[in-house]
């Protein structure tokens, strides 16, 4: 129940297209989903997050999508780029338990 | 600036050998984190730590140690009990219960490699 699963794996994407991750969660006490940006040989990056109270959060070309019924999120990004190839992850958690839970990881590929 | 100072960035431990990895914070917060991350992997937790003089196992504890006498600081020893330490480390810090939505500051990581 405390598991956040992730897919896909690994995503390819044309500069310009849309990219697409998904999550999903059991534990209906989580109520913060961010999601993290990590380069190479660097630490990861909060990119963005959401609490339950709002179905949608944008940022410039990174929005999450968050269904509560279904409990499932997702981020998409919008004009994909080149630069925007890294490793996304999906995590959740309960303030309150101050930990993370972190889905496996997806590696984008943004090709010119 | 407040950050993360994670050092050594890279680091060789013979076998039998114990190493700590430095974990160094000034953002005044509460909580500190350790995770392991392997290749095209997650990240699995080690240790955590909500509060100075306490921490707590993570899912990945055996082979590892942690202390926290500080608020700053929050070193990781990898011993040699740790059969498979090769990988890369990667410490956070955050402010639990502050309602806000910045979540984990991590570090820039140590790459530990066995030789």
């Known amino acids: 129940q405390q598991q956040v699963k992730q897919s896909p794996q690994s995503l390819i994407v044309q500069k310009g297209g849309i990219s697409i991750i998904n999550c999903a969660y059991e534990?209906?006490?989580?109520?913060?989903f961010p999601w993290y940006q990590q380069f190479p040989g660097k630490g990861p990056a909060l990119l963005i997050a959401i609490r339950p109270d709002v179905s949608e959060k944008k940022e410039g070309r990174f929005t999450i999508s968050f269904n509560k019924s279904a409990k499932q999120f997702s981020l998409h990004i919008m004009d994909s780029q080149p630069g925007d190839s890294a490793t996304y992850f999906c995590a959740a958690s309960m303030d309150s338990s101050y930990k993370l839970i972190f889905g496996s990881g997806t590696r984008l590929l943004v090709r010119p | 600036d407040g950050g993360i100072t994670q050092s050594p960035k890279y680091l060789f431990r013979k076998e039998g050998q114990n190493v700590t990895l430095s974990c160094e914070q000034n953002?005044?917060?509460?909580?500190m984190y350790w995770y392991r991350q392997d290749p095209g992997q997650g990240l699995r937790l080690i240790y955590y730590?909500?509060?100075?003089?306490?921490?707590q196992k993570g899912d990945i504890a055996e082979g590892y140690s942690v202390s926290r006498e500080k608020k700053e600081s929050f070193p990781l020893t990898v011993t040699s009990a740790q059969k498979n330490p090769t990988a890369f480390y990667l410490c956070?810090?955050?402010?639990?219960?502050?309602?806000?939505?910045?979540?984990?500051?991590f570090g820039s990581g140590t790459r530990l490699t066995v030789v």
């Open positions: 534990n209906t006490a989580f109520d913060y």
């Open positions: 730590s909500q509060i100075v003089n306490d921490f």
């Open positions: 953002l005044n917060h509460d909580a």
């Open positions: 956070a810090s955050s402010a639990p219960g502050t309602n806000s939505l910045y979540g984990y500051t």
